[in-house]
């Protein structure tokens, strides 16, 4: 497909899809700002710093999931302490990433594309994202598949350093590589995984050097293994 078709069809297929989902999602975004609302005093919404499509400033909205009075830096790890009670399950449902169909609509953002990352993770690796941010972010993409639980997977003693230094590069490698081989059916296969990986809980595994989306096996818990109890 023509790369002019091609993106005309996913800005087609972007204003389409975030203007439905704005409509029809409506009593879902009334809903989740009632609980925030009687959760905890704040606001509904949150921005973040993030860099944005070719580099200008994006304000990028999400539910609010913390107490108001909450400090540390812009990293959620699991079970993290300044999450409200609705909005941890904001956090584990992603729903919290809703109000950016708002961005989509705009044109700030698309549904599939690279993750917006904020200006100092973007300074670190300056070359890749001169790459990356020639096309716009997106909800959903290889790096957020890849990284659905990274809450889990963060080092909750220093989240911050284990981020920049473990995470960051291999979120940077796969969203240079979605920058630079994009395609429409490549786009579809990734919004299909995401519903399987938010609908049905299936981790999905992202092969760094080709994109190609696979079912991540679990892998089976040793007989001998020592059963872990969580708190209640």
Do not use: C
Request: no cysteine; hydrophobic share 40%; proline share 7%.
């Amino acid at each position: 497909m023509h790369a002019v078709v091609r993106v005309a069809l996913k800005r087609t297929i972007d204003v389409v899809v975030a203007a439905l989902g704005l409509i029809v999602l409506a009593p879902v975004f009334g809903l989740i700002a009632l609980l925030i609302v009687f959760d905890s005093p704040g606001p509904v919404l949150y921005r973040g710093e993030r860099t944005g499509y070719r580099g200008r400033p994006l304000r990028m909205l999400k539910f609010r999931k913390m107490r108001p009075e909450a400090a540390g830096g812009n990293l959620t790890v699991e079970h993290d302490e300044r999450l409200t009670r609705i909005g941890g399950f904001l956090v584990r449902s992603k729903l919290d990433e809703l109000p950016q169909l708002w961005h989509v609509l705009r044109g700030e953002m698309s549904l599939v594309g690279p993750r917006p990352e904020t200006p100092d993770h973007v300074a670190r690796h300056a070359l890749d994202y001169d790459e990356i941010l020639r096309v716009r972010p997106g909800m959903t993409g290889y790096t957020q598949l890849a990284f659905a639980r990274e809450g889990s997977i963060l080092d909750a003693r220093d989240p911050y350093i284990h981020y920049v230094t473990r995470l960051l590069p291999q979120k940077v490698a796969l969203d240079r590589l979605y920058a630079t081989r994009s395609s429409t059916r490549g786009d579809l296969r990734i919004i299909v995984a995401t519903v399987e990986t938010l609908v049905l809980r299936q981790p999905i595994a992202v092969d760094r050097a080709t994109g190609r989306l696979t079912v991540r096996r679990r892998r089976p818990m040793p007989a001998t293994a020592p059963r872990l109890v969580g708190k209640g």
